[in-house]
Structure formats: C-alpha cells, structure tokens
C-alpha cells in the first residue's frame, strides 16, 4: 500500500493528493500539521468520497480524537511512538468495538452513514510507528498486538540514537534490520520523507509506504521555478 503524506490542513490539497492512479490514499499529519476537528472530518469525507484510503496520524492515545476520526470514515489510525506493550493494549481498547473485545463507543455515524449501514462491521486499519531506539527494543513484546503495520519514523528514530537524519548510521541500520526481522518485511512500514526515488529502490518490499509530503513537494517545486531566474 502506497501514500501521500499531507501536513497541509485544506481539502483542496486532500482531492490534489488524490488526483492520481498509483496511489492508494492519502495520511493526514495530525502530529506536525494544524488540523482542527472540523478540517479532519471534511478531509476525511472528501479522500474517501474519491474512492481512496484516508488514515489519520494521532499523537497520543486521545479517546476523543480517535472516536472522532473514526466516526467520520476514517480507514485507519496511525499511532506516534508506540514503546511498549500497554500503550499497544490501549490503542486496540480504544480502536475496537466491543463485539472485537474493545471499548470503542457505538454511535449512528458517517462510517455508517448515520445508521444506514451495519455498526460495528469491521475494525480500522492500525499502524504502530516505531520511532525509537526503545520501541524497536521492546518490538517483541509490541508485535504480540496484531498491528496491521510496524511503521518506521525515520527522523525520531535517527534522533533517538543521537544522530537526527543521518539514515546511513550503523546502529539506525541495524534497528532498521532488527525491526525488520522481527515483524517480517511484508508488516513492515516506511515513511519516505527525502530523496524519494533513491530511497523507494532499497524499501519498495515494506508492506505500506508514505511518500513525500505536500510541503516538500511545494517546496521542492518553487525551488526548480526559481533555477529559471
């Protein structure tokens, strides 16, 4: 599974992202963008009334937010620095509905078009990003909760090792390895900040990637603009 990263809180980025046949969806970056509840929900409603997966990146286990990403149609949560094995427990708690041994609350909603559809059909899509030196060391006990993806951060990870964006250091290497070992490459995720093209070579196995991210890539094309002048 391949897609967009967006940072940018506004649906017309959103239906830009997902103007595009080889990618599956689009990420909202609720750690590190400025999204507000309202920009979300409307994000949420116009990547998947495109017929694309929209997941929500949250930063901490916030019952409130969860349930609100949710209940707007969201098709999976990823979840910033999992460490350990009770942060893992309680991420599951709060994503699933009770009838999957959950506490999620039930409600007449847009994931179920407000009653139309059955409630509780399936479970979300749930991504644990390991983003330390810590949550690749405890990734044994972590991957005992069926992730649907271990999702590597690249840059806390890095930082976490002292030695933030340097992703040829040895040790980032061998905890890319470890973690890779662990969960099997097929359940392993990625996100592709940099260097797009290089990098996809050597991960394009990982089961789910992300790839750029809307501000880069406006970035990155106001700096070609300005070789013209």
Same mark, same amino acid.
């Given at each position: 599974?391949?897609?967009?990263? +967006? +940072?940018?809180? %506004? ?12 990618? #599956?969806?689009?990420?909202? =970056?609720?750690?590190?963008? $400025? @999204? ?8 949420? +409603? ?15 286990? &916030? ?7 949710? #209940? /707007?149609?969201? =098709? ?11 942060? /893992?427990?309680?991420?599951? #708690? ?5 009838? @999957? &041994?959950?506490?999620?609350? $039930? ?52 930082? %976490?090792?002292? =030695? /933030?964006?340097? @992703? &040829? &250091? ?11 070992? %662990? ?15 290089? +990098? ?7 089961? @789910?990637?992300?790839?750029?991210? #809307? ?15």
């Amino acid at each position: 599974m391949k897609l967009l990263w +967006q +940072q940018i809180p %506004s649906t017309t980025v959103s239906e830009i992202l997902c103007h595009n046949e080889k990618f #599956d969806g689009v990420v909202l =970056d609720t750690e590190h963008g $400025v @999204f507000s509840d309202e920009t979300i929900f409307n994000c949420i +409603q116009l990547i998947t009334s495109k017929g694309k997966k929209c997941l929500v990146r949250l930063t901490e286990l &916030n019952k409130t937010r969860i349930r609100y990403c949710l #209940d /707007a149609g969201a =098709d999976g949560l990823i979840f910033s620095t999992v460490e350990d094995i009770d942060y /893992a427990k309680g991420i599951f #708690d709060q994503c699933r509905y009770p009838k @999957f &041994n959950g506490k999620r609350g $039930v409600g007449l909603v847009r994931e179920n078009m407000w009653g139309e559809y059955e409630i509780e059909k399936k479970n979300p899509m749930i991504i644990a990003q390991i983003e330390t030196k810590t949550g690749v060391e405890n990734i044994e006990d972590i991957s005992k909760i069926d992730f649907d993806y271990y999702m590597v951060g690249p840059y806390d990870m890095s930082a %976490s090792i002292g =030695d /933030a964006g340097n @992703f &040829n &250091n040895p040790e980032f290497k061998e905890l890319l390895h470890r973690l890779k070992q %662990s969960v099997g490459e097929e359940k392993m995720g990625y996100h592709i900040v940099k260097d797009v093209e290089e +990098q996809f070579k050597e991960l394009s196995g990982c089961g @789910f990637i992300a790839m750029s991210m #809307d501000t880069l890539m406006l970035m990155e094309n106001v700096k070609e603009l300005e070789k013209i002048l």
